[in-house]
């Protein structure tokens, strides 16, 4: 057992924290979520005296989770999470899934009570040591401040940042147990440091001359599809580059990067899900189809990728396995951004009309969808999800959540041509979480932001709504209220006898009296005149869009039935 070097009348905690924050803002951390408590006192202290690090205090741990997971998606960096002892830490673990499953760099450091102090029954003791199993992808016991642990802080700083964003990116926990006094203490002649903090320097995969002329034989004047997944933002300029040289049209998931802005050079199809779901693949089947990022939200498209096994399916992607329809053909494991640039400087194109032909039919899917919606009184919620996918402003943040309206915006938001970043916590596909990643996206990117989410999911995180009082945030909340679950309708559970009480489950929640109650301004719309006005103002607001679940149904399947007769 080794021995601990202790100085007397040294705080070693205090020169170890010090030292820790600082090499941490070296490395690039930006943001630091708090919670209040006593065991973390000389993380907070630290934290509280460095002034490259903004910090953003949250009063649970579940809300600051999804905070800083937002901050992690709008920046692409990570942002740190400082916690007490005992159960706090454990109130992350939603937020680490999904920046685990979304490749989002996360970081976690948690305060903990000494060795002696645990499995004793002494009060906030909880085993925190690997606390979060497999979800993280990097795990450290940093042990006890001494001497020589102090010496060593710059290191520890700068590999808990790099095995944050190292590929692929996700959340890692430090976990960090203190021994009384936990108060800043005197530093009077100790050991500081050792030289100067690391720096990371970070390569990309690519592949072997032989490799790159095969993946380009197997495209060269081929009628392709480009299919984008949420997790690839970083090569949609590559990936617009691309399509355009290769002739090819683009089935763009809504967090592909590639629906709003420039990169998708017009190839970007706004109404893939519907033509998916028309039968226009099969009757203009692509002779290839090469994916980046994850499957994208389209069930049309991904059943239509697992009933065709035969068309070859080329997937590139630096880590991870994304074939949950058991079809893919060829997987590249690469850097996609590098590798589409290259390849759109040196793929043979086919065919003109072929991007074109597509185009065309999401033209008349669009005008189809107009039609239908316009002849449907509002509100109605594939119009919700149009409107606000138009009429926010460009350049902004717009949050949209997974059930429903994910799957409304892909499939009835338009194109737009001016920049938007548009989130959601696709990587494990929950509804929980959203508002607070939300405040988070809006704090860490300093946009306005609009999130569109379900009643139910709102439910989940209602007390995100305080957060966003105190923080006066620019965020707007559409809140798509049919009392219950309304995908569930959509599915064969409808059937059942208990399907109301068990899966519809209404909860009979006045949304505009509780974001009152934590002081934020709301209101219910029934016009899209009135959806219009409450979108243009400023500040924290929630707005409520109430429709009924059945009709949402009927609607759903008007349009889908159109956009099929249409492209016949």
Avoid at 117 to 130: N, S
Avoid at 208 to 221: I, Q, V, Y
Avoid at 235 to 264: N, V
Avoid at 295 to 312: N, V
Wanted: charged share 20%; with cysteine.
């Amino acid at each position: 057992m080794s021995k601990i070097s202790i100085l007397p009348g040294v705080n070693h905690t205090t020169i170890r924290m010090t030292a820790f924050v600082e090499a941490l803002a070296t490395s690039g951390l930006r943001h630091v979520c708090i919670s209040p408590g006593a065991r973390n006192t000389p993380l907070a202290h630290a934290f509280a005296n460095n002034d490259d690090v903004e910090k953003w205090i949250h009063h649970d741990e579940r809300s600051a989770g999804f905070f800083a997971l937002g901050i992690g998606k709008v920046t692409g960096t990570p942002a740190a999470l400082v916690c007490t002892s005992g159960s706090a830490v454990t109130h992350y673990l939603p937020a680490i899934t999904e920046a685990a499953f979304s490749r989002t760099p996360l970081i976690v450091l948690s305060a903990d009570r000494p060795p002696e102090l645990r499995d004793v029954g002494a009060p906030q003791a909880i085993d925190q040591v690997k606390v979060f199993g497999g979800a993280v992808k990097w795990s450290h016991e940093a042990g006890l401040s001494d001497a020589t642990a102090a010496t060593t802080a710059h290191r520890l700083a700068a590999q808990t940042v790099a095995e944050s964003l190292d590929t692929p990116p996700g959340p890692v926990h430090v976990n960090f147990p203190f021994r009384a006094p936990l108060m800043p203490g005197p530093t009077p002649d100790a050991p500081q440091p050792k030289g100067t903090v690391p720096q990371v320097v970070r390569g990309d995969a690519t592949l072997s001359d032989n490799d790159f002329e095969s993946l380009l034989d197997s495209m060269n004047d081929k009628r392709g599809l480009l299919a984008v997944g949420h997790g690839a933002t970083r090569a949609s300029e590559a990936a617009g580059l691309f399509a355009q040289a290769a002739g090819w049209p683009i089935l763009a998931d809504p967090l592909s990067g590639l629906r709003a802005g420039p990169h998708g050079l017009g190839g970007a199809l706004a109404h893939g899900d519907l033509l998916a779901g028309s039968g226009y693949f099969d009757n203009h089947a692509p002779e290839v189809v090469l994916r980046i990022g994850a499957i994208p939200t389209s069930k049309p498209f991904w059943t239509w990728l697992e009933k065709h096994p035969s068309i070859p399916q080329i997937l590139i992607d630096s880590s991870g396995w994304s074939d949950p329809t058991n079809s893919l053909a060829t997987l590249v494991r690469a850097d996609p951004d590098q590798i589409l640039r290259e390849l759109a400087k040196r793929i043979v194109p086919t065919d003109k009309t072929h991007r074109a032909s597509w185009i065309a039919a999401d033209g008349t899917a669009a005008v189809t969808v107009d039609e239908v919606m316009n002849a449907t009184a509002f509100p109605n919620e594939p119009a919700i999800a149009s409107q606000v996918g138009a009429q926010i402003p460009g350049d902004s943040v717009f949050v949209v959540g997974s059930s429903m309206p994910i799957r409304d915006v892909d499939a009835f938001m338009a194109v737009r041509n001016d920049p938007l970043t548009i989130l959601g916590n696709r990587g494990a596909n929950g509804i929980d979480g959203l508002l607070s990643m939300a405040l988070g996206a809006a704090a860490g990117s300093q946009r306005r932001t609009t999130v569109l989410t379900g009643d139910v999911g709102a439910l989940h995180d209602l007390t995100a709504l305080a957060t966003a009082t105190r923080l006066d945030l620019d965020v707007a909340v559409v809140i798509v209220d049919n009392d219950g679950g309304g995908i569930f309708h959509f599915l064969p559970q409808v059937e059942l006898p208990e399907f109301e009480e068990y899966f519809g489950a209404p909860h009979g929640v006045d949304f505009v009296a509780v974001a009152r109650a934590f002081g934020v301004s709301a209101a219910t719309v029934d016009t899209p005149e009135e959806l219009a006005g409450e979108l243009a103002r400023t500040g924290p607001r929630v707005i409520v869009v109430r429709t009924d679940r059945n009709m949402n149904v009927e609607v759903h399947a008007r349009i889908r039935e159109a956009v099929s007769a249409a492209l016949a």
